[in-house]
């Protein structure tokens, strides 16, 4: 069965620089989430999109901005990169009939 | 969202035997539960869940207990094999929002 696919696999990028992660999820699923994971942390919600329409806000940084597209796949643009940037990026998708998330395998975001 | 934590940071037990993590939550409006299991270096991945009007739901060597009492959450896994080994979340679905909030992870080391 298709997953959740997110790329690049692993990124390093130095202060101030920028980055973009995307995500393509699940054929058929309508709300795409984003989520950060600082090392031996839980995930923290970072943002969401349901239907190309951003759905909900967490904790993600004004530096940061994020958009589904018409093919529903999205991205995650990082601006000002700083060291506490660091962390596994990871994208989750869904469908507005069930609450169950799957997640890609993550983007490891390194900031030197 | 009102924070989660689990008590034992590492559970370690051996081959064979049951494991049992635990996870307390605080938000009693929440009527979602998901456990997920998170290996090394990749993404979350589904394990079981259950509704707010459940106490108990069994799958596949693994039992999701629910007390809303005393808002306790347990994952039960029989016969716990190698590759069990992992980070064991609980997450629930916060008010209001749909995106799901993560609990503190739990290490289980399974000793052959």
């Known amino acids: 069965a298709a997953g959740v696919i997110q790329s690049p696999r692993h990124l390093i990028k130095e202060k101030r620089e920028t980055a973009t992660l995307k995500c393509y999820p699940i054929?058929?699923?309508?709300?795409v989430y984003w989520y950060q994971q600082g090392p031996g942390q839980d995930p923290q919600f970072l943002i969401s999109?349901?239907?190309?329409?951003?759905?909900d806000k967490g904790s993600i940084p004004d530096r940061f901005s994020a958009q589904q597209f018409s093919d529903y796949h999205s991205e995650l643009n990082m601006s000002s990169l700083e060291l506490g940037d660091s962390a596994l990026y990871f994208c989750?998708?869904?469908?507005?009939?069930?609450?169950?998330?799957?997640f890609g395998s993550g983007t490891q975001l390194s900031v030197l | 969202g009102e924070s989660v934590g689990l008590h034992l940071p590492t559970l370690s037990v051996q081959e064979g035997d049951n494991s049992i993590i635990n996870c307390a939550y605080s938000?009693?409006?929440?009527?979602?539960f998901i456990w997920y299991k998170q290996e090394s270096g990749k993404g979350p991945q589904f394990i079981i869940d259950?509704?707010?009007?459940?106490d108990k739901r069994q799958g596949q060597r693994v039992t999701v207990l629910l007390n809303k009492t005393v808002k306790h959450l347990s994952l039960q896994i029989a016969a716990t094999q190698p590759g069990d080994s992992a980070v064991y979340f609980c997450?629930?679905?916060?008010?209001?929002?749909?995106?799901?909030?993560f609990g503190s992870g739990t290490r289980l080391q399974v000793q052959p």
């Open positions: 989750a998708s869904g469908s507005r009939l069930q609450e169950k998330l799957f």
């Open positions: 054929p058929r699923h309508d709300t």
């Open positions: 999109f349901y239907e190309k329409m951003q759905s």
């Open positions: 938000n009693s409006a929440s009527d979602y």
């Open positions: 259950i509704r707010s009007n459940m």
């Open positions: 997450a629930w679905e916060d008010t209001g929002r749909r995106a799901l909030t």
